[in-house]
């Protein structure tokens, strides 16, 4: 298993209420569909914002009580109207594959973390509401979660993401480690490489551990389904350090062994 975006949705897993799978679904198709338009294929980047504004023009009309003609959107209609879900976290994840489109470095770490409210908290805030145990505190340990697993994907995929122009490791904490952006293009495997690594992977953990509370609160599937997940992340830092940091040659995932040991510390929350 690897972290990826948007594939924390619990789609096809057996804690997922079957009651609550259409809804699941026709949310994760809308979130990895635009994901997709915003990432994938060769189109320009005018082009990957008009085909974003159609997904925009789709919440307007929901917003509006209109039901829209791409089955995509009508079945998200549907959802939104069964489940009374705010739009907001839809419309936040727009604006954060807007932002892929057009942004390609970080100057800090809060610009990152605020990358992450729009592209990763949306998708916790949201599976909360289907299960109506949303409040503030079960919205803040969810926001810690999402936003860790996505610092999590970030760390685990450097190596991909150069590859697109992209680098989500903060610009001041190059500077900070002395890592040049020269070294990430080479993967160049160096002892301050390394130094930054661990700071990243530390903070990351300390992030999921902010939040790992929610796990044990929530009842029933949906906190099973949170303790697997955070230990899921959890273990991929664990991989990262594991492999002395070099996530380019050893991109971290995990395997039946590993998924083994998280049940097990799934039990132990």
């Keep these: 298993m690897a972290v990826e975006h948007y594939e924390n949705f619990p789609v096809a897993s ?29 189109a320009l980047p005018a082009q990957r914002l008009a085909e974003l504004g159609e997904y925009e023009a789709a919440l307007d009309a929901i917003a509006a009580g209109r039901t829209p003609e791409r089955p995509m959107f009508a ?23 807007r932002q892929d489109v057009v942004t390609t470095r970080y100057p800090d770490y809060v610009s990152l973390l605020d990358y992450c409210r729009r592209s990763a908290n949306p998708v916790g805030r949201l599976m909360l509401a289907l299960y109506g145990v949303g409040g503030e505190q079960n919205l803040r340990e969810a926001d810690a979660v999402c ?9 685990q995929d450097v190596g991909i993401d150069i590859g697109k122009g992209r680098i989500y490791l903060p610009l001041a ?9 020269a070294d990430i293009v080479a993967q160049a495997d160096t002892p301050a490489w390394r130094a930054l690594m661990a700071f990243e992977v530390e903070r990351a953990r300390a992030l999921m ?13 949906i906190g099973w389904e949170l303790r697997l997940v955070i230990q899921g992340g959890l273990r991929i830092l664990e991989r990262i350090e594991k492999a002395q940091y070099d996530v380019f040659r050893r991109r971290p995932q995990l395997g039946k062994s590993d998924y083994v040991l998280m049940v097990w510390r799934a039990l132990r929350m």
């Design 147 to 155: 936003s860790a697993l996505q610092l999590i994907n970030f760390w």
């Design 173 to 181: 904490d190059l500077q900070r480690f002395g890592v040049p952006e």
């Design 75 to 97: 079945r998200l209609a549907a959802v939104v109207a069964q489940y009374r879900l705010d739009l907001p976290p839809l419309r936040d994840l727009l604006s954060a594959f």
């Design 14 to 42: 057996i804690l997922l209420p079957r009651r609550l799978v259409p809804a699941v679904e026709a949310i994760y198709a809308f979130a990895r569909g635009a994901d997709d338009v915003a990432d994938e294929g060769d």
């Design 209 to 221: 551990l902010s939040g790992a509370p929610l796990a044990t609160r929530l009842p029933g599937r």
